[in-house]
Structures are given as structure tokens and as C-alpha cells.
């Protein structure tokens, strides 16, 4: 049996993605499990099942007489459990972009320019809906 050489750069990225995707799965389903099971959220969940099919912008405004834009409906609300299930959710979209840092580190120069490259759309991608006022349609 041949043995297979991994580049340390791959094997940085893919532990880091496990471990945050561990993390983040057990951060959105243990707050998840108890909004369901206690309902202490900041949506109703009946409001939330009946208004599901609609726009973010008709749903907020529907189930809780709101608009939203960028990150700010859940930040200041983690003290309900449906939205501290959603910092879950945060960790597993942040994790490809926290073990391509990583791997940054592990990777030969030119690599490295791909890599930073491919962070700063990542990053772009997250920060746009704080200065466009973008929400889901």
C-alpha cells in the first residue's frame, strides 16, 4: 500500500474546519434543542412556522413588527435561545474562512497569495450587509 503525502497546510485547514465544525454544531443545536422544547425565543414559535414561506423583510416584520438590517436583530437579542443557536450557525459560515487563516501560515508563497486573496473576499462578503443595509429577500 502506497502511502499518501499531505501537505501540512491541507491537514492545518481540514482540523481546524473539524474542530470549529464540532463546536459549531453542538453551539446550534443545544440552544436550539431547548427553544424547542422550553420555547423561550425571541420568536414565537408559531409565528415562526407560520410566516416561514415569506421574505426576511415581511417575515420580520410580520412576527415581530421590525425592520432589520445587518446583524443586530440576533447580537441583541443571545439571551433568547432560538438566537444563541444562531451563534452556532456563525461558527460553522466563520470556519472556512478561520482555517484558511490557518492554513495561511503552513502554506509555500505563492499560496499564500491565493489564500489572502480568497480572506479578503470572505471578509468583503461578511461585512457588506453592515454598509449596504443588505437583508435576505
Request: charged share 15%.
Amino acid at each position: 500500500m502506497k502511502e499518501v503525502k499531505v501537505d501540512p497546510m491541507n491537514t492545518v485547514f481540514a482540523r481546524t474546519m473539524e474542530i470549529l465544525t464540532y463546536i459549531g454544531l453542538v453551539l446550534m443545536f443545544v440552544p436550539g434543542i431547548i427553544y424547542i422544547v422550553y420555547g423561550n425565543g425571541f420568536v414565537n414559535t408559531e409565528d415562526a412556522i407560520r410566516y416561514w414561506n415569506q421574505s426576511a423583510a415581511d417575515f420580520w416584520e410580520l412576527t415581530k413588527g421590525v425592520k432589520i438590517s445587518g446583524y443586530s436583530w440576533f447580537l441583541n437579542n443571545l439571551y433568547y435561545f432560538d438566537c444563541l443557536s444562531i451563534v452556532g450557525i456563525v461558527l460553522l459560515a466563520l470556519a472556512p474562512l478561520a482555517s484558511i487563516v490557518v492554513s495561511i501560515f503552513k502554506a509555500d508563497a505563492k499560496y499564500k497569495v491565493i489564500l489572502v486573496i480568497v480572506t479578503i473576499e470572505f471578509i468583503i462578503a461578511i461585512v457588506r450587509p453592515l454598509f449596504m443595509h443588505v437583508t435576505g429577500h
